[in-house]
């Protein structure tokens, strides 16, 4: 526990060319255990499966829409290697766990603060313990992912992020298919948030130098449509 990620194609994260060439090497087997840096899976080099160390967190960050949760419920083992059941914090099970309890005609803004009062104690629970877990997170909120990676280095572990680069159209298209979205003004903000992070994993700071890591993680794994449609398993060994 507490190592990176590693490829079965390539020692290290080299620039941002040599991770799109380790995709498509690890598209070829099916499977990947990424190695600490940026893994571009984009643009053809999807896989079957992702394979993180056993008692590490995973942060799943993309638009509103882009089909995190659905990733996440299709995707993730319900349990690791160590026959640990594997934690899964999705703002959305928060929501509509509360949906159910509260009267049809009582808006969602009424009582968000208390579904994400509820969701970061569910998240709390999870980093406090030394489980595997998977997070769902809008890449909005920075501190959240900063909280998460220090968290997991406490307990011996890492942090890894999954980031789903989807069009907004495509996020914009499932909000609508799910029958639930955000306002055009937060939409804006979350466009905002994941625009910068994304740019700042694939494009490096110096020319052909790696991408540049947010703060406490360990490794990226960026994903398009095709690549999470392609994504069928996601465990912890």
Known sequence: MGTAPTTGAAETAGTAGA????????????????????LDLRAGAGLGELRFPAGDVLIVSGLPGSGKSTLIRR????????????????????RERLERRTPPWLPYAAYRPFARLAHYAA????????????????GQRGWVRRWVARD????????????????????????????????????RRHRRAMARLVAAVSHPPVPDGPGRLPAGVASVVLLDRAAVDALRTIAFE
């Open 75 to 94: 995707a993730v083992s319900a349990l690791d290697a160590r026959d640990g059941i594997v934690w899964c914090i999705d703002s959305q099970d928060t």
């Open 123 to 138: 998240l709390r629970r999870a980093l406090r313990s030394d489980a595997s877990a998977v997070v769902h997170d809008c």
């Open 19 to 38: 991770a799109r060439a380790r995709g498509a090497a690890a598209a070829g087997s099916g499977a990947v255990r990424a190695r600490a840096g940026v």
């Open 152 to 187: 997991a280095r406490r307990r011996g572990g890492a942090a890894h992020l999954l980031l789903l680069d989807v069009p907004p159209g495509t996020a914009l298209a499932g909000q609508a298919a799910r029958g639930r979205g955000v306002s055009p003004h937060a939409f």
